[in-house]
């Protein structure tokens, strides 16, 4: 069962998902523009995931999109947790600290995961989450600070 502290989470995938959301939060919450934002996520690899797994995540502010991008699962855990493909079945914990940059505008924004094994559409799919997270304004006069050039 997913439990969310402050993030609203819609399972999309299916039964034979390689992973599943256990739980996710962010603190603090809601996120504000040009602040840093901790998100912690347990989740469960309940099939290895092998070389060639990808999830391709898109933000959406309203009905525009401002991010989509292809993340190779194998380089990102190689990269951030040390680890090797395949990742063997088991519970994982991931805690990541990220900037918001001070342009983001406030409003709801939606974040789709799509996760797949393979390009291979006979392959077992990864999972598919939706996240609807609200975004609070840069604290006045944090938007010039945090938008200077270093």
């Known amino acids: 069962m997913l439990s969310t502290e402050n993030i609203q989470v819609i399972d999309c995938g299916t039964g034979d998902d390689a992973f599943r959301l256990d739980s996710i939060s962010a603190t603090p919450y809601p996120p504000r523009s040009g602040e840093n934002v901790t998100v912690e996520a347990v989740g469960t690899v309940l099939k ?30 190689k990269e951030s947790r040390d680890l090797e493909c395949p990742l063997p079945e088991g519970e994982y914990t991931v805690k ?7 342009v983001a505008p406030m409003g709801k924004y939606t974040i789709q995961a799509r996760g797949f094994m393979s390009d291979d559409s006979e392959d077992v799919d990864l999972g598919c989450l939706d996240l609807k997270v ?5 604290r006045p006069g944090h938007f010039l600070a945090s938008s200077r050039p270093s």
């Open 96 to 102: 990541e600290e990220i900037h918001i940059p001070g």
């Open 48 to 77: 290895p995931i092998k070389e060639g797994a990808f999830v391709i995540v898109t933000v959406k502010l309203g009905l525009i999109k401002v991010l989509n991008r292809k993340v190779d699962i194998c380089e990102q855990v």
């Open 134 to 138: 609200q975004m609070l304004p840069a």
